[in-house]
Nanobody, 120 residues
């Protein structure tokens, strides 16, 4: 199983970016999908979570600016980031809880990080 993240880059304050993360490989089901971020010198934090049913949760600092969504057919999670601020600068990583077989437990899988830099 692999998670492939994309969409990071350099953006000016107030701008927007959309991150994507696609799961591939031998997958029976994908449950919760999430985005984390880690700024330089800081601990990793949970940014947003979306369940298989579509329920979402956000950390307070991004509420009203970020939106997490998913395409279950494509096994892909998205993070739409609007009104970006310099403090959003971080490496963003996707995480998914995936069941590889009907009889197996869920395991955590991580995508490679993608750097988001918000600067003028």
């Amino acid at each position: 199983v692999q998670l492939q993240a994309s969409g990071g880059g350099l953006v000016q304050p107030g701008g927007s970016l959309r991150l994507s993360c696609a799961a591939s490989g031998g997958i029976f089901s994908v449950n919760t999908m999430a985005w984390y971020r880690q700024a330089s010198g800081k601990q990793r934090e949970l940014v947003a979570v979306i369940t298989s049913g579509g329920s979402t949760t956000y950390t307070d600092s991004v509420k009203g600016r970020f939106s997490i969504s998913r395409d279950n057919a494509k096994k892909t999670v998205y993070l739409q980031m609007d009104s970006l601020k310099p403090e959003d600068t971080a490496v963003y990583s996707c995480n998914s809880k995936i069941r590889r077989h009907p009889w197996s437990n869920e395991d955590d899988y991580w995508g490679q990080g993608t750097l988001v830099t918000v600067s003028s």
